[in-house]
Structure formats: C-alpha cells, structure tokens
C-alpha cells in the first residue's frame, strides 16, 4: 500500500515538473520565434556566429568633398561652399537612390535644409545641356541651373571654376580632378537669361560611400566563447551557427534592423541572459514541485500511516489549482484555505486534520513555487 502511494505520489509530482518544464519550453519557443529572433534551437547551444559584412560598415555617408578640387571631409561656410551646397540639394534627386539620403545629410552642417531652400528657390523645370542633367531655379529675380553628374564629363563641359571666385579653367584642372569611384558626383551651375544656360562653372565633387565601424563591441561576443565568421555578399551562412543578417536566413537568425553598425552585439548578449536567467529558474521550480510532495508524503506516512494516500490528494490538487489560477495573488492563499477546510471539516472529519495539514502543504509548495517563478514571468 505504502509502495502504490509513493508511485502514486510520484507520478502525480512528475506530472506538475511536466508542466513546468513545458511551460519553460513553450515561452523559450515563444521567445525565440518571435522578430527579430529565429532559432530552433536553444541560443547557448550555438557556439558560432557568422555576420553579413554589410552590417560591420556606418550608413552610406560623405566620405570627402572637393572644393572645387582640394580634399576636406568638411566644407566651411563660404562663398564656394554655398554654391556646392545649393548644387546639391537642387539635384540631388538625379543621384542614384542610395546616395540621395547621404547627399543631403552632407549639406545641413552648413545651414541647409532643403524644403527653407527650395520654398526660396523652387525648381522651374528639368534640363539637358550638353548631355547632362540639371534644373533651373528661381534665384532672386533670375534664374540659374545647377548641374550634378561624373566630375571629367562635368569639367569638359565647364568652362569656368569657381576657386574662391569664378576663374577660367585652365589645363590643369583636369589633373586636379578625383579618380573615378562609384559614389562620386560633379556639381556645377549656370546663370539662365531667358531660357537660355550660359557658360557652366565647376563648383566641385561629393564622394560618397562607406566605412567600417568600430568593431571592439564584437569582442564582447568572443569573450563569452563565441567563434565570429565575417561573410562576405556572395557567400552563405554555415550550420549549425546564429546567423546575423538583414534578413531571416536558415533555422537560426537575428534579422538586424536598418541602423549600421554593432549595436546588435547587445541584443545577443541580452538574448543569452535571458535564456540563462530562465534556465535558472525553471530548474529549481521543476525540482521544488518533484522533491516537496515527496517529502510530504514520507513524513505524512510516518505520522498517519495508512489514513495518508487519501490526505496526500489535497496537497496535490491544492498546489495544482493553486498554480493555475494566475490572478490569485499571493497574499490571498489563506482566503483560499478557508473555505477547502470547512468543506474538509464536514465531509471527512475523521482525516479533516490530515487533511488540513496537506492542504497547508500544497499552499506552501504553490507559494514557492510562484515565488521561483513570479521573476521569470516579468523578465
């Protein structure tokens, strides 16, 4: 009889951990499915990180500006500055797609926000000259174009350049000129005298591009025991291994949102306390449920012998309702008691205090066992 009790006791004990150890599973999958997350297995199982080389490198930006040929990474505020400015905000509708946002951030140290500018000198219309690209504006009483495509083609059509002040150009200018790069724009501008473009000045070029970002926040990463893997555009993630990238690839990903840089080294490394944290509390909370009731049950054979089995069911159903009921505070555990005593009372005295004792056993249990567990549901 003690022996079927205890397997009884037992089965029932294994059948809370289940629960438990299901709950912990299912909010890991929960986690860990949901964006930016997508793994399939658990994250400190995953020892190898590769990362799309796209994401080590800052947003497309100025890289350089030349002034009408000098190198600087930042115009001043001056006459020639001016006119590159406006240049740019003018057209930089004809560059390519990538570099527009790039090309107008590069303008606002000196002032320039282009819908003030273009509510002063708004676009009349869209021109071809020579072959290439521009628009008028309207520019006090008149009217001027300004002109943006690769700075040979531009400066072979110029015949002036403003350095400091509008001078002719001269044979050297050509030397002068940066050396073709993906990212490289000319910029120029002309007077318009009713409707008709007079002679173009070279005002200078914006390059345009990339470069890495500090990349001392992935030592973090190492530190921890990951392997890091940088990939290159054409190549594909390995496996079994987390893979950071702009977009879902494989059965185990981080999808980085549009900012550049590592900023998602803190979001892997608050993924791996997390799945940590909850590890820590899961296990003691399946433990607690397993190694309580057996305990109970051993010390209520002891003290009550063959009238135990039947009490011990109180402690059991009492734990489980107990856990089930999410709203029940804590504090309201005695209020829940009372009622279950008096019905104990009146339909079973003779164990009524075997009874009571388990009931007061499983409230305890469910207590701890919240208590194990109230931290993990707010982390």
């Known amino acids: 009889m003690i022996c079927m009790a205890s397997i009884i006791v037992l089965i029932a004990s294994l059948g809370v951990g289940a629960l438990l150890t299901a709950w912990a599973?299912?909010?890991?999958?929960?986690?860990?499915w949901q964006h930016p997350w997508h793994l399939s297995r658990p994250l400190f199982s995953l020892r190898h990180v590769t990362i799309e080389g796209e994401l080590l490198l800052t947003p497309r930006h100025m890289t350089a500006a030349h002034l009408p040929f000098d190198r600087t990474e930042q115009p001043r505020v001056q006459s020639g500055a001016l006119l590159w400015a406006s240049a740019i905000t003018v057209t930089h509708a004809l560059a390519d797609e990538a570099d527009r946002a790039a090309l107008l951030a590069?303008?606002?140290?000196?002032?320039?926000?282009?819908?003030?500018?273009?509510?002063?000198?708004?676009?009349?219309?869209?021109?071809?000259h020579g072959g290439l690209p521009g628009y008028i504006v309207r520019d006090g009483s008149g009217q001027r174009a300004y002109f943006?495509?690769?700075?040979?083609?531009?400066?072979?059509?110029?015949?002036?350049?403003?350095?400091?002040?509008?001078?002719?150009?001269?044979?050297?200018?050509?030397?002068?000129?940066?050396?073709?790069?993906?990212?490289?724009?000319?910029?120029?501008?002309?007077?318009?005298?009713?409707?008709?473009?007079?002679?173009?000045?070279?005002?200078?070029?914006?390059?345009?591009?990339?470069?890495?970002?500090?990349?001392?926040?992935?030592?973090?990463?190492?530190?921890?025991?990951?392997?890091?893997?940088?990939?290159?555009?054409?190549?594909?993630?390995?496996?079994?291994?987390?893979?950071?990238?702009?977009?879902?690839?494989?059965?185990?990903?981080?999808?980085?949102?549009?900012?550049?840089?590592?900023?998602?080294?803190?979001?892997?490394?608050?993924?791996?306390?997390?799945?940590r944290q909850l590890l820590r509390k899961a296990l003691p909370a399946l433990g607690w449920s397993l190694l309580w009731p057996l305990l109970i049950h051993l010390f209520m054979h002891y003290a009550m012998g063959s009238a135990a089995p039947a009490a011990l069911w109180v402690m059991l159903f009492t734990h489980a309702f107990a856990l089930?009921?999410?709203?029940?505070?804590?504090?309201?555990?005695?209020?829940?008691?009372?009622?279950?005593?008096?019905?104990?009372?009146?339909?079973?005295?003779?164990?009524?205090l075997?009874?009571?004792?388990c009931l007061v056993a499983g409230l305890a249990q469910a207590f701890v066992t919240r208590l194990l567990l109230s931290a993990l549901e707010c982390s």
């Open 106 to 128: 590069a303008v606002k140290p000196l002032g320039f926000t282009p819908e003030k500018f273009l509510a002063r000198c708004p676009i009349l219309d869209k021109v071809q």
């Open 324 to 352: 089930i009921l999410p709203l029940l505070a804590q504090k309201q555990y005695a209020l829940l008691a009372l009622p279950v005593l008096a019905a104990l009372w009146l339909v079973v005295q003779p164990t009524a």
């Open 148 to 275: 943006l495509a690769a700075p040979h083609a531009l400066l072979d059509a110029c015949t002036l350049v403003w350095e400091q002040q509008e001078r002719p150009k001269t044979p050297q200018d050509i030397a002068r000129l940066p050396a073709a790069a993906p990212g490289l724009y000319g910029l120029a501008m002309a007077t318009v005298e009713q409707g008709c473009i007079g002679p173009l000045t070279y005002l200078g070029s914006v390059q345009v591009g990339v470069t890495p970002c500090d990349l001392s926040p992935l030592d973090a990463l190492r530190e921890r025991g990951l392997t890091l893997h940088i990939l290159p555009a054409d190549e594909q993630p390995a496996a079994p291994a987390l893979h950071i990238g702009r977009q879902p690839t494989g059965a185990n990903s981080f999808t980085v949102p549009e900012a550049h840089g590592c900023g998602f080294v803190q979001d892997i490394l608050a993924g791996c306390q997390q799945e």
């Open 354 to 357: 075997s009874g009571a004792f």
């Open 25 to 32: 599973a299912l909010t890991l999958v929960q986690r860990r």
